[in-house]
């Protein structure tokens, strides 16, 4: 090989890596990757990646003048505010994405530990983005009676934060549940019968329930 050749080498091996280092850098450009990655079609301010990814204004701004130079986002003033977009041209976006879509976010999602905490937790089922698993009609199906409010959307603001997209749950409390479990609420069965993870299961007889379904 030429010298002219190995310098061009050099050069693109460097030009790489100097990409990927600045793609996996921080935990806040962590949060903007996977945000801008799941919600690819979204323009938004500095202030509601912010808000949604639970940074700081100093902390997006940072980020995304690195991501600007490599140009995996985009810049453009929407009525004299700088909105940023997803740069579907951006050369390692099929990689990314493939990468965002294959990930298995559970058990690494800290958020999700935290729900135990938001009342009397009887159930706390995930599946959906958690799970890889985009069939699911939901994310997460949960059973808790005397619901603290405030605490379950602090809960969620974290976990969409760490997830990169909005969560989509259904809250009930045990008789509920119980009524819907003994009609064999077909929504309810599409998600038992597909693949999910207990975070909190204190429903007596429910795994054999589901097992039998299965079974069938």
């Given at each position: 090989m030429s010298e002219k050749g190995e310098i061009l080498i050099f050069f693109k091996e460097n030009a790489m890596s100097e990409i990927l280092e600045t793609l996996f850098g921080s935990r806040a450009k962590t949060r903007l990757l996977r945000f801008f990655?799941?919600?690819?079609?979204?323009?938004?301010?500095?202030?509601?990646i912010a808000q949604k990814n639970m940074l700081t204004n100093a902390q997006v701004r940072k980020e995304l003048n690195s991501l600007k130079k490599i140009?995996?986002?985009i810049e453009k003033s929407k009525k004299n505010q700088k909105h940023y977009i997803l740069n579907r041209n951006f050369h390692f976006y099929p990689e990314l994405k493939g990468l965002i879509a294959k990930s298995?976010?559970?058990?690494?999602?800290?958020s999700l530990g935290k729900i135990k905490g938001i009342?009397?937790?009887?159930?706390?089922?995930?599946?959906?983005?958690?799970?890889?698993?985009?069939?699911?009609?939901v994310d997460m199906i949960l059973v808790i009676n005397n619901t603290s409010r405030g605490?379950?959307?602090?809960?969620m603001n974290n976990l969409e934060a760490e997830v990169g997209k909005e969560v989509s749950f259904v809250l009930m409390n045990?008789?509920?549940f119980k009524y819907r479990?003994?009609?064999?609420?077909?929504?309810?069965?599409?998600?038992?019968e597909g693949p999910y993870d207990e975070i909190v299961n204190k429903i007596p007889g429910l795994k054999r329930f589901v097992a039998g379904i299965k079974k069938y």
């Open positions: 990655l799941l919600n690819p079609e979204g323009e938004y301010s500095v202030m509601e140009k995996f986002v298995n976010i559970y058990p690494q999602c800290k009342g009397d937790v009887k159930l706390a089922l995930i599946s959906g983005i958690f799970l890889n698993h985009p069939k699911s009609k605490k379950l959307k602090n809960v045990s008789e509920e479990l003994d009609m064999l609420d077909r929504f309810l069965m599409d998600f038992l």
